[in-house]
C-alpha cells in the first residue's frame, strides 16, 4: 500500500500541496532562527543602552554643560549660527543663554521656509533629509527639519530602548511578529525638500520593521474602517504578542473594529482566505493578499481579536492616560508600557523603566520653566520632586531654547538625573474667573468619580460656558446610567475638582463658578468624534483627544450627539 508520501508525489496537486508544506516548515525554521538571533542582539545592545543610559545619569550637570557647548561649537557655521555668534558663545554656553531668548515655532519659521526654499539646512551645520509636518500652536502647521543622523543615532537608540523593554516585560512578545503601527502616508515633496511623517521615516529606517506583523500597505489604507479591521485581523492571525502605537486610542478602534465585523473577521480566520470587504483600490489589495498569502495560518482557528497580546506599548501620560486606563480594562491579561516622551520636534526622554524616563542628556540640552510664576529657567539636575515645568529645548538640528509648550512633572530620580512624566500642552488650561482649570485636573477629577461611583466613562471633552460661569461636562458612559448625570455625577466631579484646585474651590464657595453640568451623549461619540477631527485636517495615528476645550465649535459638535 503506497504511503501517504507517496500518494502525494503521484499527483501535481499532492506535490504541491507537500511542497506548501515543506516550505512553511522551512519558513518557520528561518523565522525562528531570525527571531533568536534578533532576541539575542536586542538583549545585548540594549543591555549595553540602558547601561549607558545609566552611567550619563550619574552627573547630567556637567553632561549637559558638555552638549550645549557642542552643539554651539559644531554649529556656529551655519547661517543661524553666524547670525546669532555661536562661535563667540561656544566657549561659554552661559553667555548663550544670557543672550538668546526663549522662542516659539514662530521664532524659527521664516528660517525653516528658507531651508525648505533652498533645500539646505540654514539653522544647523547638518544635512537636510526630510522635512514633517505637525501641528502648531496658532493654526499654522509646523514643518520640522530633520537630518539622517537624527534617524541614525538618537531614534535608532531609542528604538532599542524600546525594544529592550519589550523583551524584559515579555521575552516571548519578540519571537512573535510584533504589531507596529505607525503613521502611514507615501514620501511626497515640499519643493525640492522629501516630507515624510517621522514615524513612518522611522518604521521605514529602522530594523525593527523585520520583526512588524503589519504590512506597509495597512498603513497606507485611507478608509478607517478597514484600516483597523485589517490591523485587528493581522495581528490576530499573527498571534501577536505585543503592539506597539504611539496613541492607544487606535487598539481601542482595533477592537471596536473587530467587535463590528466578528463575524467577517471570524470567517477569515477560519477560511484562511480573505475578500475585500471594504472595497479597496486594487493595487492596495493586492499588496494585503500578498501580505496575508505569506503568513503562516496553518494553525489559526477562530479566536478573540487580540487574545495573544500581552504587551501595549503606547502613549500613556497626558490626555493619552484616560484612554491607556479603558485600554487595561478592555485587555486585562496585558500590561500597558509607556512609550516615552518624544515629538516630531526632537526624542526627549529614554525608557528606563514600564513607567520611569529620564532625559536624553547626551542628544538634547534641556530648560524647564516653573509654572509657579518664577521666571529663572531651572536646568535639569535643579527640577524639584513634584513640581511642574514647562520645557525649552536645544538640540543639534536647529532648536535653540525652543519652547515646547509641553509641561512635565519631575517625578523620581534615577542616580542623579530627574525622571519626567509628560502631563500635558499648555494649551489644556480654562481660565473663566481665576480658577485656573487645567486638562489633567479634569481627568484626574472624572477618575476618581469612576472609582467612587463603579462607572465606565467611554469619552468625554469638557467646554466652558462663559455665559453661564461654569462647565458642560460631554459625557459617553459605557453602561445606559442617565440618573447619574442629574446629580450624583456632577456632585462627585465637583468634589473631586474641589480637592484637586483650591481655586476651583475658592469660585465655587463665592458663587462666581457654577457647579458643572452633564451632558449624556450617543453611544458611539467617541467615534464619530474622533472621525469629524480627523475630516478637520488631524493626523490619525497621533490623534489626541483634548479633554478641555474651548473652542465654540467643539460644543456645536458634541451638542450634535447630545441624547
Not at 393 to 403: D, S
Not at 485 to 502: G, K, Q, Y
Request: proline fraction near 4%; charge should be positive; include cysteine.
Amino acid at each position: 500500500m503506497e504511503s501517504e508520501f507517496e500518494m502525494d508525489l503521484a499527483s501535481p496537486v499532492g506535490t504541491r500541496a507537500l511542497y506548501i508544506r515543506m516550505m512553511r516548515r522551512v519558513r518557520r525554521a528561518t523565522s525562528f532562527m531570525v527571531a533568536v538571533t534578533a532576541v539575542c542582539a536586542i538583549a545585548s545592545l540594549g543591555a549595553a543602552f540602558a547601561l549607558r543610559r545609566l552611567c550619563l545619569a550619574v552627573r547630567p550637570a556637567s553632561r549637559q554643560r558638555r552638549l550645549l557647548a557642542n552643539i554651539l561649537r559644531s554649529n556656529a557655521a551655519s547661517e543661524y549660527g553666524l547670525a546669532h555668534g555661536f562661535g563667540s558663545n561656544s566657549s561659554s554656553p552661559g553667555a548663550f543663554l544670557e543672550s538668546h531668548p526663549i522662542a516659539d515655532y514662530e521664532g524659527i519659521r521664516s528660517w525653516v521656509e528658507r531651508s525648505v526654499l533652498e533645500n539646505r539646512n540654514l539653522l544647523a551645520d547638518t544635512d537636510l533629509f526630510q522635512v514633517s509636518t505637525t501641528s502648531g500652536t496658532t493654526g499654522q502647521p509646523k514643518v520640522i527639519l530633520q537630518s539622517r543622523s537624527l534617524y541614525r543615532r538618537e531614534y535608532l537608540e531609542y528604538t532599542l530602548a524600546v525594544l529592550f523593554r519589550i523583551l524584559c516585560a515579555d521575552p516571548r512578545s519578540i519571537l512573535r511578529p510584533l504589531s507596529i503601527i505607525a503613521a502611514g502616508g507615501e514620501r511626497k515633496r515640499m519643493g525640492a525638500v522629501a516630507s515624510a511623517s517621522a514615524a513612518n521615516t522611522l518604521y521605514r529606517t529602522s530594523p525593527v520593521r523585520r520583526l512588524a506583523a503589519l504590512p506597509p500597505a495597512l498603513l497606507e489604507i485611507e478608509d478607517p474602517r478597514a484600516r483597523y479591521y485589517y490591523f485587528a485581523l493581522f495581528t490576530t492571525a499573527c498571534r501577536s504578542r505585543c503592539v506597539a502605537t504611539p496613541n492607544p486610542t487606535t487598539v481601542m478602534e482595533m477592537l471596536g473594529a473587530a467587535a463590528r465585523h466578528r463575524e467577517s473577521l471570524d470567517a477569515d480566520l477560519r477560511l484562511k482566505r480573505l475578500e475585500n470587504r471594504f472595497g479597496l483600490l486594487e493595487s492596495t489589495w493586492h499588496e494585503v493578499q500578498a501580505a496575508w498569502i505569506d503568513l503562516d495560518l496553518a494553525s489559526n482557528t477562530s479566536r478573540a481579536p487580540l487574545a495573544d497580546v500581552r504587551t501595549i506599548v503606547t502613549w500613556t501620560g497626558g490626555s493619552c492616560g484616560f484612554f491607556a486606563r479603558r485600554l487595561a480594562e478592555r485587555l486585562p491579561n496585558s500590561r500597558v508600557l509607556e512609550l516615552g516622551y518624544l515629538a516630531t520636534d526632537s526624542p526627549i526622554c529614554v525608557p528606563l523603566g514600564r513607567h520611569r524616563q529620564v532625559l536624553a542628556a547626551d542628544s538634547v540640552f534641556a530648560e524647564f520653566l516653573p509654572l509657579d510664576g518664577d521666571p529663572r529657567p531651572r536646568l535639569y539636575h535643579e527640577l524639584e520632586q513634584g513640581k511642574l515645568y514647562e520645557i525649552v529645548l536645544t538640540n543639534r538640528y536647529g532648536l535653540y531654547r525652543y519652547a515646547m509648550r509641553d509641561i512635565v512633572k519631575a517625578n523620581g530620580r534615577i542616580f542623579g538625573s530627574p525622571c519626567l512624566e509628560f502631563v500635558r500642552k499648555t494649551a489644556g488650561f480654562s481660565n473663566i474667573t481665576g480658577e485656573k482649570l487645567s486638562e489633567d485636573q479634569v481627568c484626574a477629577a472624572l477618575a476618581t468619580c469612576e472609582t467612587a461611583l463603579g462607572l465606565s466613562i467611554e469619552f468625554f471633552v469638557v467646554v466652558p460656558d462663559l455665559e453661564s460661569q461654569g462647565y458642560d461636562v460631554f459625557c459617553e458612559l459605557a453602561t445606559s446610567a442617565n440618573s447619574h448625570f442629574e446629580t450624583i455625577l456632577p456632585e462627585s466631579f465637583d468634589d473631586a475638582l474641589r480637592e484637586l484646585n483650591v481655586e476651583y474651590r475658592a469660585k465655587r464657595l463665592d458663587g462666581r463658578l457654577r457647579r458643572a453640568h452633564f451632558v449624556p451623549l450617543l453611544k458611539g461619540a467617541g467615534e464619530r468624534y474622533k472621525h469629524a477631527m480627523l475630516a478637520r485636517g488631524a493626523r490619525d495615528v497621533q490623534f489626541k483627544v483634548r479633554h478641555l476645550q474651548a473652542d465654540n465649535a467643539h460644543r456645536e459638535l458634541l451638542a450634535s450627539m447630545a441624547q
